[in-house]
Each structure stands twice: as structure tokens, then as C-alpha cells.
């Protein structure tokens, strides 16, 4: 099944000739109403006008992390505060979230693109569909919610935590489908098994799952284990959040509702575009977004564009490929974005602990867990001698970074000298988790 | 009425108490006491010996995140139900101990312990007849 046939399974020169329609108007939008975005333009001696086809795109000026935390709160929006409906907000590096806006259009725009996702996962009106990403600030919860009320299917908004709950409702509600993150997929299947639910006794047939990488393997373990289908679903915050691309029963890359964010790789290192086929950073242009529309927002997500827009299912929109890593040194732990510099930041705050760290996340029966290894100060011990005084900092920390990163990490109290000054990127983070 | 005993973080990790021992080797301090609790990760290693402030400046200045304290360390008699009246007798003041370890000291037992108000514990042991052992009395040793 096809949510929008005429969108999705529109030919090339159709699409293009409406992307380049939609750019255009796009580009007048915030050169009139983001002065961030008027005053870039104009040191590039660009005027709308020059944005005339979709291939026009490449004029145009990029948009990093950085600009959005440069602009923090309000300053990449576009529409009057009165047309806002809502405001959501991820995580940043130095203590400041990345503030995304949204108007009544944008909202419909992402419910229509989360049930084109939905559609071609196979979910129908009849379904019950449970939403297992976090509900809040994240998009995950709400942007996948509206998606299934759009299709018509009934949203069981469980979120995440309280496994077991969830798990006889989806056994006693005989639950179709299921969005979360993959790794939160595989806890639920261990803690069914646990509570000695055979997956025959469940009724789960799809699961949209995202917001965190994954591999093939992973696939098949989790379908295995649920008795399901397992299949990607792709987005990001700052573009609208889960939506963006989505893979459909042939499976061979994920689709991009590119009707409304136009994807685009090129090379992080020389920003110069790179063709189909290609490896490289994805950068996205929203096309009709009001709120926040970004141009040439790059997503430091790394990957390509698929080859060839003939897709056995009927859709003509481009695909790309799974994401394979990361431009930057973001983790994704839980669903959630976290920098090292989040962690320097607020260990430089705190007096007792030296200027040194180390992140290590490991994958714990299923789920992603964060130590954050600090040194003490040796002057902080020469006022305490117990092992109080030592818990007690350990606390401290814990709770500023929760307060920071918005994930709870155990953190480890190491003595003086014992942590490797870091050198170069990458020294501070150990990565135990293993995409199997 | 007390001694100065060092207090040092350690990570529960192989070659870190070595590591420590071989510091006070270094700036010729005998050991007298030495005890050491711990959690899963880290531990606090205890120690009393010679020349005090001089082994605190030796590791402090090497960037040791050690501290100095004044502990009580009281003198008991070789027979069963000292250590019982002893504590029997800070718990009878209300006194809680913080930490505790012993020794031996020429034929006596010394226990050595941190309480929450140590200028109480001490007029309470007076009291109760027991003898304190003084810092010098354990330089003499060495």
C-alpha cells in the first residue's frame, strides 16, 4: 500500500520541477523572514531569484549544529510566534538544547510523512500501534504518534520504561505494530523471555524502528525473537524528526519523502557534492517547512544515495542507504544525541574533579549504558578521608550530567594521573557496543 | 592524645598499591599499620607510620590525593573483653567509629579508630582508665 501515490510515486523530471518550485519559494521564505539566513545570502551575493531550479541548490550557503546553538532559542525561526503550536528540543554541547519550532502545517506535513512510513510498513486503520519512543522534549514519541492517528490506527502511547507492563499489553491488547529504538526492541524480546511469554502469544507484525543505527544482523535477531518485521525508519530533529526516510517491503535502502526534505551527499571534508552512489555526509533542505526551515542542513550522518529510482514497490523517491557512522563525534545512546564536549563541559564545572575523562558506553542486556570516568582532584581528598566523601562526589556528578545529557550515567571516581590526558579525537570515548 | 594517619585513594586496580608502597620506600618511611577497606571500583588504604607529615608533603607534592588525619589509637592489654570495654565505652557516650583497625604494638594490642567527635572519645577513654599512645611514642619505635 501507497499513503500518497501521486507524491511518491511521481516521475523525476515531475518531482524535480516541484522541488525546484518549492526551493524558490523556500529561499524568498527566509531571506525575508531569518535575517541569519538574509545575511548569509548576501555575503554570497545571492538574491531568491538566483534559486531557480532544484539544481540551483548547490549555490546555496550550508547550515551546521553550530548555527542552530549560535541561534539559540529563537533565531532560525521564521514564522510569528503566533502561528508556533509547538517547540521541541534535543540535547546540545555546551548546555544549550537545539530548540526546533513547529506551525499547524509543519505538524500535518510530518503526520502525512510518518503515515506514508506507516503505509509502507504494511499498517493499515485496523491496526493498534504502540509508540515506545521516549514522549517529550524528543520528537520520537510525538512525531510517530500523530503518524499512526493520521493512518487511522489506534496509538498506544506506552513510551519507554515499565517493560513488563508493556509487554501484556501488547500480548493481551494483541498490538499489530510497534515503533522504538532497535535496541529497545531486543531488551523487550530478553524481558518477554524472562517473563516466559512465547512470542506466539503476541501478535506484533511490524516494527518501525529507529533513532539509533543498526545493522542487519540486529534485523534478523529482532524479527526472530518478536516474530515481526522489522523496518528502518529514519529522521532527524532538526529537519522534523522521525519521517524522513523510510524503508518499504523490498527492503533495499530507505525512501525519502523528498518532496519535503531534499537530500543531498557530499564530501565533509571539501563540501563539494558528491553523485548517486556516492559515500558521504547527507545534508537535507526542508522544502516547506515553516517554523524552522533549514537550507543544506548538514546531518553529519554518513551514507549514500541510492542508484536508480526503480524500486519494485512503486515509489519513485530516492533511497539511502543505512547510515554507517558520523562526520563528528556525536553518540547515540539510547535515541539520544550525546557530544564528549557535554561531558567536558560539565566537568569542567565541577572543582573537585581534574579536566580529564573517559566515556565508555557498552550494550547491557540490550541496552545502552554510559560510565563516565573522571578524576579527582588530589586537593578535594585532603578535606575527606572516607569513602562517603568519594560517593558523594560520584553523585554530584551523576546528577549534573543527567541534568546536561538528559540520560543517567555511572560515573566512576578515578584517582589523580590516572587517566590518559586526551590526545586527539576519539582518546576520551570507548565504544564497547558491538553492531552484531 | 592522637596520631596522624594517611588516608589514600586508591582505584581497585593491580600495581596501584604496589605502586603507593614503593613511594614511601622512596622517601624512607617505615610502615607501623596499614589497613584497607573498598568498594567494587576504589578503596581508601589507611596507614599509620613513621614521620607522618613527612610522608604526607612526600606523596601530596607527587600529586597523591592523600589527607591527614588525627586518629585515636588506644593501648589494650593482652586479654579477651579488652577491645569490649573500649568500644563499650564510646558506645555508652553516644559515640559512633567512622573506621577501625588494630595492631600490634610491644606485647599490647592498639586499636586505632575515627570517631564523629574525637575530643569527647578521648575524655571518655581517659575516664574509662585507658592509655592513648602518642605520636612520639611511635617514633621511638622506628
Known amino acids: 500500500m501507497i499513503w500518497n501515490e501521486h507524491k511518491e510515486t511521481m516521475s523525476r523530471d515531475e518531482m524535480s520541477a516541484m522541488q525546484g518550485h ?30 531557480r531550479t532544484i539544481e540551483d541548490i548547490v549555490k546555496l550557503p550550508f547550515t551546521t549544529k553550530q548555527d542552530l546553538r549560535d541561534n539559540y532559542p529563537y533565531g532560525l525561526q521564521a514564522a510569528p510566534q503566533s502561528e508556533i503550536i509547538r517547540i521541541h528540543a534535543s540535547s546540545g554541547t555546551t548546555g544549550n538544547p537545539t530548540i526546533v519550532v513547529y506551525t499547524r502545517r509543519d505538524i500535518e506535513i510530518w503526520a502525512e510523512c510518518m503515515a506514508r512510513c506507516l503505509t509502507a510498513y504494511g499498517m493499515t486503520r485496523n491496526d493498534t500501534f504502540s509508540v515506545s519512543y521516549g514522549y517529550g522534549l524528543f520528537t520520537g514519541g510525538l512525531g510517530a504518534h500523530y ?77 526472530s525473537r518478536l516474530g515481526l518485521k522489522a523496518y528502518n525508519l529514519y529522521g532527524l530533529s532538526e529537519i522534523m524528526g522521525p519521517c524522513v526516510s523510510f524503508e518499504c517491503s523490498c527492503q533495499s535502502g530507505s525512501h525519502i519523502n523528498e518532496d519535503h526534505f531534499f537530500p543531498e551527499i557530499i564530501d565533509p571534508v571539501t563540501l563539494e557534492p558528491l553523485g548517486r552512489g556516492k559515500h558521504g555526509e547527507l545534508v537535507f533542505t526542508t522544502l516547506t517547512k515553516q517554523g524552522m526551515p533549514l537550507l543544506r542542513y548538514r546531518t553529519r550522518d554518513l551514507c549514500s544515495l541510492i542508484e536508480g529510482d526503480d524500486c519494485p514497490c512503486g515509489r519513485k523517491m530516492v533511497r539511502m542507504s543505512p547510515v554507517m ?74 546528577f549534573k550530567l543527567r541534568s546536561v545529557l538528559s540520560i543517567n550515567a555511572q560515573v566512576q571516581i578515578r584517582q589523580p594521573g590516572s587517566l590518559e590526558r586526551s590526545v586527539g579525537k576519539g582518546k576520551y570515548v570507548i565504544d564497547n557496543r558491538v553492531l552484531r | 592524645m592522637t596520631v596522624h594517619q594517611l588516608s589514600i585513594f586508591i582505584e581497585n586496580k593491580a600495581g596501584t598499591l604496589v605502586g603507593l608502597l614503593r613511594q614511601l620506600k622512596e622517601a624512607n618511611i617505615s610502615l607501623i ?18 614521620e607522618p607529615m613527612k610522608a604526607y608533603e612526600f606523596l601530596k ?32 557516650e553516644g559515640l559512633s567509629i567512622a573506621y577501625m583497625y588494630s595492631f600490634r604494638l610491644t606485647g599490647k594490642g592498639v586499636i586505632v579508630f575515627r570517631t564523629d567527635d574525637n575530643p569527647r572519645a578521648i575524655e571518655a577513654l581517659r575516664r574509662g582508665g585507658l592509655t592513648m599512645i602518642r605520636e612520639d611514642d611511635l617514633s621511638k619505635l622506628v
Open chain 1, 22 to 51: 518549492r526551493l524558490h519559494k523556500m529561499v524568498d521564505y527566509v531571506y525575508h523572514n531569518v535575517p541569519f539566513y538574509r545575511k548569509k545570502l548576501q555575503e554570497m551575493d545571492l538574491i531568491p531569484d538566483d534559486i
Open chain 1, 147 to 223: 503518524g499512526v492517528e493520521k493512518v487511522g490506527g489506534a496509538v498506544v502511547p506506552a513510551s519507554t520504561g515499565n517493560t513488563e507492563k508493556h509487554i501484556r499489553l501488547i500480548r493481551d491488547l494483541g498490538i499489530d505494530g510497534i515503533a522504538c529504538t532497535p535496541s529497545y526492541a531486543l531488551h523487550l524480546a530478553e524481558v518477554m523471555e524472562q517473563l516466559g511469554i512465547d512470542k506466539s502469544e503476541i501478535k506484533l507484525r511490524i516494527g518501525a524502528f529507529g533513532a539509533e543505527p543498526w545493522t542487519e544482523n540486529m534485523r534478523q535477531e529482532i524479527e
Open chain 1, 325 to 398: 557512522g558520523r562526520s563528528d563525534d556525536m553518540l547515540i545512546i539510547r535515541g539520544i544525541n550525546v557530544f564528549p564536549s557535554q561531558v567536558e563541559s560539565v566537568i569542567l564545572d565541577i572543582p573537585e574533579c581534574a579536566p580529564r575523562y573517559l566515556l565508555v558506553v557498552d550494550r547491557v542486556d540490550n541496552l545502552d549504558t554510559l560510565t563516565v570516568h573522571v578524576e579527582m582532584r588530589p586537593e578535594y581528598f585532603a578535606g575527606a578521608d572516607t569513602i562517603d566523601a568519594i560517593t558523594d562526589l560520584a553523585k554530584k556528578v551523576s
Open chain 2, 33 to 50: 599499620a596499614i589497613s584497607i577497606s573498598d568498594t567494587m571500583d576504589y578503596g581508601i588504604c589507611r596507614i599509620i607510620c613513621s
Open chain 2, 61 to 92: 607534592d607527587a600529586g597523591v590525593a592523600v589527607s591527614l588525619r588525627e586518629v585515636i589509637a588506644v593501648e589494650l592489654d593482652d586479654e579477651p573483653g579488652r577491645a569490649a570495654d573500649a568500644i563499650g565505652i564510646l558506645s555508652d
